[in-house]
């Protein structure tokens, strides 16, 4: 069973940048779509990107296109999320997850695997 672990999660001012991991352990990244989620307490989790497994097709949510840039690197099982342009809106705790085929959705229910997540935090 894979085991998924974000990092990158930090403070920093709107207008800035930062770029999220997600490593796996247990193994290996290559079988699974992958997708970025993100939730504020008290909201329900949402969709922020998706990834196909070869990483040649992705998918944004509205509020984070032209902004954020999801990738993947299969030989290190890692899969990443730069975000730039940050602004106060995309403070939250972001999730990596994974779910067997090739391509996946913004649907939560539909992904078998969830790391424990990384705040991000961008002040005004």
């Known amino acids: 069973q894979v085991q998924l672990v974000e990092s990158g999660g930090g403070l920093v001012q709107a207008g800035g940048s930062l770029k999220l991991s997600c490593t796996a352990s247990g193994g290996t990244l290559s079988p699974y779509a992958m997708g970025w989620f993100r939730q504020v307490p008290g909201k329900e989790r949402e969709f922020v990107a998706i990834i196909s497994r070869s990483g040649a097709s992705t998918g944004y949510a509205d509020s984070v296109k032209g902004r954020f840039s999801v990738s993947r690197d299969n030989a290190k099982n890692t899969m990443f999320l730069q975000m730039n342009s940050l602004k106060p809106e995309d403070t939250a705790g972001y999730y990596c997850?994974?779910?067997?085929?090739?391509?996946?959705?913004?649907?939560?229910?539909?992904?078998?695997?969830w790391g424990q997540g990384t705040q991000v935090t961008v002040s005004s």
């Open positions: 997850a994974a779910r067997p085929g090739y391509y996946g959705d913004g649907n939560i229910s539909n992904y078998n695997y």
